[in-house]
T-cell receptor, first 114, second 108 residues
Framework: NAGVTQTPKFQVLKTGQSMTLQCAQDMNHEYMSWYRQDPGMGLRLIHYSVGAGITDQGEVPNGYNVSRSTTEDFPLRLLSAAPSQTSVYFC?????????????FGSGTQLSVL | DAKTTQPNSMESNEEEPVHLPCNHSTISGTDYIHWYRQLPSQGPEYVIHGLTSNVNNRMASLAIAEDRKSSTLILHRATLRDAAVYYCILRDGNQFYFGTGTSLTVIP
């Protein structure tokens, strides 16, 4: 199993550009989520999904959109990138989102917005 | 305000036990306490979690205070591979709330 795969690993955008960060998992997990990590801070939840067709907001959802059309994929879209969105982004999944389950994280996407 | 509070950094000698503390004074009755660790340039990795009782697994032990307002991650014998940032996290339903983490340095 590849686990949780994030692409790209690095990305540089200009202010106002749009892009999609990709996240795919091959573990048949129902729960998937996106986090951002800023220097000196812990991870903060952006959006999450408990199954195909179901998404919800986390702590810091503004400026980001998500959709979940398949169990495997959970892309994160930046519609108009801003310098404040410069961060490292992590995707994570778990089997069903149960409270006792552990999260599996991808290796991250480092995004710079100029 | 952060839901968890951890020391910024700690040091330990190799082969000695390490106790990493976490305060979570606003924890609710249904919040699970999770610990993850993060190596440089990697995503966080699960370590252990619990609700009320102390927990053990092959990686570590988790000691939870009786009032649940604090917990301690215990690494029984620190190795150089344990050098990482350790995050204490509260899970409330589908949301995980990370603290700022403790950077553990292991001295050979």
């Amino acid at each position: 199993n590849a686990g949780v795969t994030q692409t790209p690993k690095f990305q540089v955008l200009k202010t106002g550009q749009s892009m999609t960060l990709q996240c795919a998992q091959d573990m048949n997990h129902e729960y998937m989520s996106w986090y951002r990590q800023d220097p000196g801070m812990g991870l903060r939840l952006i959006h999450y999904s408990v199954g195909a067709g179901i998404t919800d907001q986390g702590e810091v959802p503004n400026g980001y959109n998500v959709s979940r059309s398949t169990t495997e994929d959970f892309p994160l879209r930046l519609l108009s990138a801003a310098p404040s969105q410069t961060s490292v982004y992590f995707c994570a999944s778990s089997y069903s989102g149960g409270l006792g389950e552990k999260l599996f994280f991808g290796s991250g996407t480092q995004l710079s917005v100029l | 305000d952060a839901k968890t509070t951890q020391p910024n950094s700690m040091e330990s000698n190799e082969e000695e036990p390490v106790h990493l503390p976490c305060n979570h004074s606003t924890i609710s009755g249904t919040d699970y306490i999770h610990w993850y660790r993060q190596l440089p340039s990697q995503g966080p990795e699960y370590v252990i979690h619990g609700l009320t009782s102390n927990v053990n697994n092959r990686m570590a032990s988790l000691a939870i205070a009786e009032d649940r307002k604090s917990s301690t991650l215990i690494l029984h014998r620190a190795t150089l591979r344990d050098a990482a940032v350790y995050y204490c996290i509260l899970r409330d339903g589908n949301q995980f709330y990370f603290g700022t983490g403790t950077s553990l340095t292991v001295i050979p």
